[in-house]
Nanobody, 122 residues
């Protein structure tokens, strides 16, 4: 699966952004999809994931209630709606695809998009 992320940008604290990730060259509905982020000087961290059917979702605690992950298997896309953004959400966001079950761990993901920068100003 090849992935292309988009939608990043500059937003003020409290604002919203929606990231999108388009997949190609693969069976999209057979992979778990996730979002990770990496802030300057920090390791890449898990943000959210969604099951193959879209029926299950997982979030890191710091974004629960603010971010929503969704997928459209007909369009081979996933979205990450980010609301009430905080300066600490500033990072490069990556979408990723996994054929395994370890949704929280970067090593479980086989394919990665190129990343899109989200900057939240205070």
């Amino acid at each position: 699966v090849q992935l292309q992320a988009s939608g990043g940008g500059l937003v003020q604290a409290g604002g919203s952004l929606k990231l999108s990730c388009a997949a190609s060259r693969g069976t999209f509905s057979s992979v778990v999809m996730g979002w990770f982020r990496q802030a300057p000087g920090k390791e890449r961290e898990f943000v959210a994931a969604i099951s193959r059917s879209g029926g299950s979702t997982w979030y890191t605690d710091s974004v629960k209630g603010r971010f929503t992950i969704s997928r459209d298997n007909a369009k081979n896309t996933i979205d990450l709606q980010m609301n009430t953004l905080k300066p600490e959400d500033t990072a490069v966001y990556y979408c990723a695809a996994s054929t395994s079950l370890g949704v929280y761990y970067a090593r479980a993901y086989d394919s990665w998009g190129q990343g899109t920068l989200v900057t939240v100003s205070s």
